[in-house]
């Protein structure tokens, strides 16, 4: 965070759970009103945003993992702090569920960070039905805490949400994130399956109502963890994701420019039968969990192909899946109707699923 004349640097922000701001110089004008800010609100992030060079006026930012944000003036005449909007007025930020952060390690000992949403009320609830959101990127992207409108609507429907920043994830440290290369559907996805054991055993999650979900990589970490842990999941939510990695070099955007090709050596590597066996599409037949497949129609990332293809698989396997392909949408679905139409539609399959009213999870042989 720099000084009110961008000449200097007033503190660090760092996030090893909840975000932490560490003051520079305690006695610097800057210091001195953001600690007074902090202390205004407590268990807020709280973030200038702009200000006059001789920080006479600053405009900042309180947010949190259950309020989107506010911003406020500071007018250092007078030492008051004026509000002047709210970024998502309609949130009841107590209304809002909290995000607490998780640590556990991995089965090689690797230390793994995460989050851990309740819902409202459930604070201390145990055996609760569990959705496991993996994020997308995969490299060098990570979940972090604050306000995520994904999952609140899951917690507000119930769903307890954890959240792993599997290896690969950033803000870690290079050796963090590179220790994910070449790791697709192998020691990243037992990350995730670690993430998703250790919240059993915590007695957080019922065991036998467990869905994965994600969007882009985070679809394809969903598939490829019920193909490859065809136990640990009663459903599993593929949005937008890759699901055969051979087609990762021929079809989207990355393999059209030199440097998305050399990206993809790097980070998948090349040996085509490795890259085959950690597609999902290829273990459809160890499937236990029910599907559900959104498509875009127009996406460029992923293009639908991945989709189709694994569809068209089901499809003539007979295994029954719900599928929501939308003709216009591309790496997310962006316009208002169809997006609020998927959340409809996933509420839908969950419920259906490990949801209070889901029929019991059949015996496993």
Not at 96 to 107: G, H, I, N
Not at 205 to 230: N, V
Request: proline content about 5%.
């Amino acid at each position: 965070m720099t000084s009110f004349d961008r000449q200097d640097f007033a503190a660090i922000r760092s996030m090893p759970g909840r975000v932490a701001t560490t003051l520079i110089d305690k006695s610097s004008r800057e210091a001195k009103l953001l600690a007074d800010l902090m202390q205004q609100f407590p268990g807020e992030d709280v973030v200038a945003t702009s200000s006059t060079t001789d920080g006479s006026k600053v405009v900042f930012e309180v947010s949190s993992d259950r309020d989107p944000g506010q911003f406020f003036l500071y007018d250092a005449t007078t030492g008051k702090a004026t509000f002047l909007f709210a970024r998502m007025p309609w949130i009841k930020p107590s209304e809002m569920a909290s995000m607490e952060p998780v640590t556990l390690k991995a089965r090689d000992g690797l230390p793994l960070h995460g989050y851990l949403t309740r819902p409202v009320e459930k604070d201390d609830a145990k055996h609760l039905p569990l959705v496991v959101l993996a994020h997308g990127g995969p490299y060098g992207i990570r979940d972090r805490w604050g306000f995520d409108p994904d999952v609140q609507l899951l917690a507000s429907r119930g769903y307890a949400v954890l959240q792993v920043n599997f290896r690969g994830s950033g803000g870690y440290g290079d050796a963090f994130m590179h220790a994910g290369f070449r790791e697709w559907g192998a020691k990243m996805q037992d990350d995730v399956t670690d993430a998703t054991h250790w919240a059993i055993a915590e007695g957080i999650a019922d065991p036998s109502r467990i869905c994965i979900y994600g969007a882009s990589y985070g679809g394809y970490a969903a598939l490829r963890g019920a193909t490859k842990e065809p136990d640990l999941y009663r459903c599993a939510i593929g949005y937008v994701g890759v699901y055969d990695l051979r087609l990762m070099y021929t079809r989207g955007d990355i393999p059209q420019s030199m440097y998305g090709d050399n990206y993809l050596k790097m980070v998948l590597g090349e040996d085509e039968s490795v890259l085959w066996d950690r597609s999902p599409v290829a273990h459809i037949d160890r499937l236990k969990a029910n599907v559900m497949l959104i498509v875009g129609g127009e996406d460029k990332r992923v293009p639908p192909i991945q989709g189709d293809r694994l569809h068209s698989a089901l499809d003539k396997a007979h295994i029954a899946h719900d599928w929501l392909y939308q003709r216009t949408e591309g790496h997310g679905f962006y316009d208002e109707d169809h997006l609020n139409d998927m959340m409809t539609a996933l509420i839908r399959f969950l419920d259906r699923n490990i949801g209070e009213s889901a029929a019991p999870a059949k015996s496993k042989s």
